[in-house]
């Protein structure tokens, strides 16, 4: 019996994630099948592709909310498929990514953040994880209409609500994990925040603190002048990461009134 086999009650999105317009790309015609079956069980819109050439096709046509991507495939991989896709122009430069793997070993989950994967889900995989996660994503992925109160280092601002990362006007593409990182910093107002503290951030027990260095590095890639000499998200020795954090700044309003 395989993961997707089983009995196990089905946890049905949210609301407000129904609908949402999967592409599972998978070379395993049984696996692609069997994940379009699932998905389209729990009220996703789901399409399919065997290899990154056919994915490559579609992503012309049409926008996808979630990208279910195997990385073991013939021609480009998935990994390298990743790669390209956040070097491409938007929507597919964060597009979100859920990289599925039978490789465990820490170099291929790392090779999959370095490339800017927002999860990853080992296979063999319980049904009821690969629901949550993609819950999970597509939470994340959100943009509230509300507005929160930004976040500010450097020439950047954050919005930890919206997940929304600008350089004065132009927004900074960043994937899931990237916000939850920031999220996490700032969180700590300035305080350092352990490896520790940011593999676990989101219940993410399956996180290391290689990946943690790994995504650091990714972020210190759209923030620092210098990557290499990072003067916003600083490494403190044997401690964790520290964002220097700019004084908190006036929120606009509608009107003041009177002094």
């Known amino acids: 019996m395989t993961a997707l086999q089983s009995s196990a009650p089905a946890l049905r999105p949210h609301p407000a994630m129904a609908g949402a317009h999967i592409l599972v790309v998978d070379d395993d ?23 990154a050439r056919e994915a490559s096709e579609q992503l012309r046509d049409l926008v996808f909310d979630l990208i ?14 990743a790669a390209r896709l956040r070097a491409s122009d938007e929507p597919l430069r964060s597009a979100p990514i859920l990289m599925l793997t039978a490789l465990a070993e820490t170099p291929h989950r790392v090779a999959g953040l370095e490339a800017g994967v927002d999860d990853y889900l080992a296979k063999p995989f319980d049904p009821r994880e690969l629901s949550l996660r993609i819950a999970s994503i597509l939470r994340r992925s959100q943009r509230p209409a509300a507005p929160a109160s930004r976040a ?14 600008l350089r004065g006007e132009a927004l900074i593409p ?29 219940a993410r027990l399956t996180a290391t603190e290689r990946s943690v260095d790994v995504e650091i590095g990714r972020l210190r890639r759209k923030i620092e002048t210098d990557p290499r000499a990072p003067r916003l998200l600083l490494t403190i020795r044997g401690q964790g990461y520290r964002l220097i954090l700019d004084p908190p700044r006036l929120q606009p309003s509608a009107s003041r009134g009177p002094l």
Not at 34 to 48: D, F, I, K, P, Q
Not at 152 to 165: K, N, Q, T
Not at 174 to 202: F, P, W
């Open 68 to 81: 279910v991507l195997d990385v073991m495939m013939p021609g480009e991989n998935g990994t390298e498929f």
């Open 29 to 51: 015609r049984r696996i692609r099948s069997l994940l379009s079956r699932y998905l389209t069980g729990e009220g996703y819109l789901v399409s399919a592709a065997a290899n």
């Open 174 to 202: 960043l994937t899931t994990r990237e916000c939850d990182m920031l999220r996490q910093l700032i969180e700590h107002k300035g305080d350092i925040v352990s490896r520790e503290t940011l593999a676990r951030r989101g």
């Open 152 to 165: 500010y280092f450097g020439d950047f601002a954050f919005d930890p609500a919206s997940g929304e990362l």
